[in-house]
């Protein structure tokens, strides 16, 4: 099994990534839980700007800034935050907005990995993946994802820019995304599995051996708020 994967053909990452969604919990062991996170090999960090309302990036910064050489930060946006009316929001004007807002709680200059969280039904998808590949041509951006979307989706928003990963749900015992893990192989696109480790949690070293055995384009984000199970979880990597 490769322990790397080469995302977007041009940025190396280890097979097991760390999901920051839940550091938000008790900040000072999400910074202590990203820090020994890097020191166990871990290069590839996902966020979103919707996580803990900003605190989540903000907390990946104040651990790991100034970022080691080799560190891949993967953040999202498109979900509406607080109280907002609309719960999705993936306007161009929108997008634009939050990615400004991302590169500054991450002390960015540019965002390797910025995904669309989630499709829009108000917003053709091609539009909400357009205004990402303009912030790829300016240069706020390095590569794109999508989040959470069909194989019919993938297609329309390959029809504009190069995808280099989608993360959707799924693990042992969620397998709906099959189809467009398929896609990914074909194409040799990341597939990020959200809740790799399912609702049992019987085993999580053996949740994410099984994912990485189930194909190469896998790379699990499990996430955890805590040192001790990031031990665990990261003990199954080769
Ligand atoms: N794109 C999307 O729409 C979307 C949605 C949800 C999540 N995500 C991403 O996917 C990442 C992972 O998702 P997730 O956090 O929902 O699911 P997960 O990684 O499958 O599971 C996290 C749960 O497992 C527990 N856990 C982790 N390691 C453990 C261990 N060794 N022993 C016992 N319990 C353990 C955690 O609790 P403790 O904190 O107590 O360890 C937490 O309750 C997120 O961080 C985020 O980056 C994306």
């Known amino acids: 099994m490769n322990p790397s994967f080469l995302l977007g053909g041009e940025l190396e990452v280890r097979r097991v990534g760390f999901g920051a969604m839940r550091i938000v919990e008790d ?9 020994r996170a890097l020191e166990l090999g871990v290069n590839f960090v996902d966020t979103a700007d919707v996580y803990g309302a900003g605190r989540s990036e903000e907390l990946v910064a104040e651990a790991l800034h100034p970022y080691p ?6 953040t999202k946006g498109g979900l509406g935050r607080g109280f907002q009316e609309r719960h999705r929001d ?14 500054r709680r991450l002390r960015l200059e540019r965002i390797d990995l ?3 969280h989630r499709h829009d039904p108000e917003v ?10 303009q912030l790829r041509q300016e240069g706020k951006v390095r590569l794109i994802g999508l989040s959470n979307v069909s194989v019919g989706q993938l297609r329309a928003a390959q029809s504009v820019t190069s995808i280099a990963s989608v993360q959707n ?3 042992r015992g969620l397998l709906t995304s099959e189809d467009v893990l398929a896609a990914c192989e074909a194409d040799g696109i ?4 959200w809740r790799p480790l399912g609702e049992g949690l019987q085993s999580p070293a053996e949740e ?7 194909s190469p384009v896998i790379l699990p984000i499990p996430g955890t708020s805590k040192v001790e199970h990031l031990e665990a979880n990261m003990a199954t990597v080769p």
């Open 114 to 116: 910025y995904q669309l």
């Open 169 to 171: 749900e799924y693990n």
């Open 69 to 74: 050489p080799g560190l891949v930060i993967a």
């Open 90 to 103: 993936a306007r161009p004007e929108r997008l634009r907005e939050a990615c400004d807002e991302s590169l």
């Open 208 to 214: 994410i051996r099984w994912l990485l055995d189930r």
């Open 190 to 193: 990341a597939f990020l599995p």
């Open 124 to 133: 053709p998808i091609e539009e909400s993946v357009g205004a990402l590949e």
């Open 27 to 35: 900040p000072d062991e999400g910074r202590s839980v990203l820090r």
